[in-house]
């Protein structure tokens, strides 16, 4: 099932009408290289796609389908409503679901048996790493998928009805393993009836985010930022946004290709030294370093602080714990200097959410049909109705938009071909976690900016001199 990848058609973000958790131990992936299937073995167990209308990747009609989804903020409920159209379709086949969280130690030993699931969720903070899954053979190659008609998609492939990146986030070596079914924008929260009570604007620029935080916190009493604690990833990613809009998409290369002083740029330096200014100004909400992203987030919501780091996930998962009126709205971070390469709403939209098909499975192409009937303008409409969140499907109309979703869809037609992501650590998880843990550091005062560059920079070149691991970038 080797093909080769074909660049996705790019279309402007206009007119729109979501870091994988580190596996402990290396005992996996050596047992994962010389583990055996004993469900059939991947490709001889489904014939290949056969151009058929009604079945065009081929689906065995009763064949069963597995499939283990992550069970979040999302929940799993549009899985289930997904499964329902494929029963309807192949109503001879089994369907067996399993919705759960910590996916790596739920599948783990399935993997070293080769026991495994036929499509997968592999989402959340205890999710399996995937470029070690690459690189030991265990996922299936989605070409098939992504070349094969939309469900809904007008003769279009599945391929030509995505958002810009998305293909191209789930790309090892040229060749795409995963499918991002969200669409995520990444910033900061805040609640527009707050501002708007107290006449607040929010800022353009770091120094008038530094002014209106100091007179927050004069004026109300309430910490002007908190992040979520525990999970320092919140909070490092809109360190580098500002990075990335100060000195352009160079930043994002250079971090993404390991570059020997990709970390400690001179973007990403002054977009560490203006973080730290928060601490330095005891701007961030007493005990957030302790809080869980559920306990941030609620604090938030419930007026304890202004401003909160997250993706488009926030409406969902904080559901009815928003009180009445509150009116979240998501926006690019502040523009760090007056000439930043990249204009003020530039902002972070990625794939998340990331789908996989073992390479093991009984019903590879069982598990693509299931993802090719999710993409689907009704799956797709039918997930934002109930997650507040949009799929990776370029048009469809999601109905029913709360503040938060209408303030995700305002922020990427506002960013149009600036919107930018990056993939350093999908690629390179040791890495995320050692940047994620030292702005940790950062942002409790524990370390300088100075020491944070070069502990983010030694992780980096702790990958890139380590033969063992594959690179991805244009090394």
Known sequence: MTHPTRALNRRTLLGLGAGLGALAGTGFLSACATSSSTRGGGESASPRATGDPDNPLGVPADLPL??????????????????????????????????????????????????????????????????????????????????????????????????????????????????????????????????????????????????????????????????????????????????????????????????PDGWTSAPMMESARAMYQLVERDFIMQGTSGLTHIQAQTYWANGEAAFIPCGSWLESELGDVTPDGFDMVIASPPALTDDDALPQAAIRGMGNEPFIVPAQAENPYGGMEFLRIMLSPASSQNFTRQTQTLTSLAEYDPQ????????????????????FFWRYGTWYSALQTEAANATSALMTGEIDPDEWGRRCQAAADAVREDDSIEKYGDQ
């Open 66 to 259: 597995e499939a283990v989804i992550f069970k979040g903020g999302y929940g799993d409920q549009y899985a289930i409503d997904a499964q329902a159209v494929y029963q309807q379709r192949f109503p001879q086949a089994q369907i067996q679901h399993t919705g759960g969280q910590e996916l790596a130690k739920l599948l783990q030993p399935r993997f070293v048996s080769g026991d495994v699931p036929d499509v997968i969720c592999n989402a959340g903070a205890g999710a399996l790493m995937l470029a070690p899954l690459v690189e030991n053979g265990q996922l299936t190659d989605l070409t098939p998928l992504l070349d094969a008609p939309a469900d809904g998609g007008d003769g279009r492939t599945v391929r030509d009805t995505l958002l810009p990146g998305v293909v191209e986030q789930g790309t090892f070596g040229g060749v795409p393993y995963a499918l991002n079914y969200t669409f995520t924008v990444h910033g900061l929260y805040y609640s527009s009836a707050l501002f708007d009570e107290h006449g607040w604007t929010y800022p353009g620029t770091w120094t008038e985010m530094l002014d209106l935080c100091q007179e927050i916190k004069d004026s109300t009493g309430m910490a002007p930022w908190t992040y979520q604690g525990k999970n320092p990833g919140y909070i490092l990613t809109p360190l580098v946004m500002m990075a990335v809009k100060a000195g352009g998409r160079d930043v994002i290369d250079a971090l993404d290709n390991l570059d």
């Open 400 to 419: 029913s938009a709360g503040t938060g979703l209408t303030s995700v869809r305002d922020a990427l037609s506002a960013s149009g071909d600036d919107t």
